[in-house]
């Protein structure tokens, strides 16, 4: 049993990879694409205490690193940039929101860390291009 789970060990680093890439790429494009929403996220970053412009950095680490995360390219990098930014999430924002919220961003920073530390397996272009 514990060979074929070990062989399923790059469908389970796909998924993990698939679920993070998505779910940071949707809260990313909300925060950039429509008109003038970069703009408002950047300035709800400046209330909780950070300067403007980290407002842009932490928007776009959610669309292109879940770019990146679903296309299994850089992957090691783009875990490491939404760790921090989920963790950064969690402390200024998740903890007074709640147990729902806070497990969430807790579970996108696991995930996160997870793909830091194992990589983006064997079904991403990081090892099809010898990155990984």
């Known amino acids: 049993m514990s060979k074929w789970l070990n062989s399923l060990q790059p469908w389970g680093a796909l998924i993990l990879r698939l679920a993070l890439g998505l779910s940071m790429t949707v809260h990313g494009y909300e925060k950039v694409i429509p008109h003038g929403a970069l703009n408002h996220f950047s300035h709800y970053v400046v209330s909780l ?37 989920m963790l950064v999430a969690l402390v200024k924002v998740g903890i007074d929101q709640g147990f729902g919220i806070s497990n969430y961003i807790f579970a996108l920073a696991a995930i996160a860390l997870m793909l830091v530390f194992y990589g983006a397996g064997a079904l991403s272009l990081d090892r099809r291009l010898g990155l990984a």
Do not use: D, H, K, M
């Not at 205490?49 to 407002?55: A, C, I, T």
């Not at 950095?57 to 875990?79: C, D, H, M, Q, S």
């Open 49 to 85: 205490g950070f300067p403007y412009w980290l407002g842009s950095v932490a928007a776009f680490t959610e669309l292109v690193g879940g770019g990146l995360l679903i296309l299994g390219l850089l992957t090691r990098l783009a875990a490491a940039f939404v760790a921090i930014n």
